[in-house]
């Protein structure tokens, strides 16, 4: 860890459906992008959208990873994601057990890298 950079991150998102947030969870742990993907709701949001506030239903994923995952995370739920302008915010992970942080690095390590022999 150089500065202030976190190594590790937890990113959410929500969305407007239960069925959309547990595709875009399981697709992002299948994917390697997330070790864990944790899916909360539904959550009562209140917020500014074209001049008014909204108010919706809405459930949240909330992903561990690596911090050098983020843009292809990132990328995947823009992509995938049914809103318009998808909520992406990622928190730091500042501290937590050695046994878990190391957990998430192993499993988002990409596919070819599992197969390496020496």
Known sequence: MTGSEAKYLQVQTTTDSRA??????RVAVESRLAAC???AGPIA??????????RAEE???????????????AALLTERHSYDEPEIVATPIIRGSDSYLSWIAEE???E????VTG
């Open 112 to 115: 070819s890298a599992d197969h």
């Open 59 to 73: 459930w949240l994923i909330m992903l561990k990873l690596p911090a050098d995952r983020y843009d292809a995370l």
């Open 45 to 54: 949001s209140t917020y500014w959208w074209d001049d008014g506030v909204e």
């Open 20 to 25: 959309e947030a547990m595709e875009l969870a």
């Open 37 to 39: 993907a944790q899916v």
């Open 108 to 110: 988002t390590r990409p």
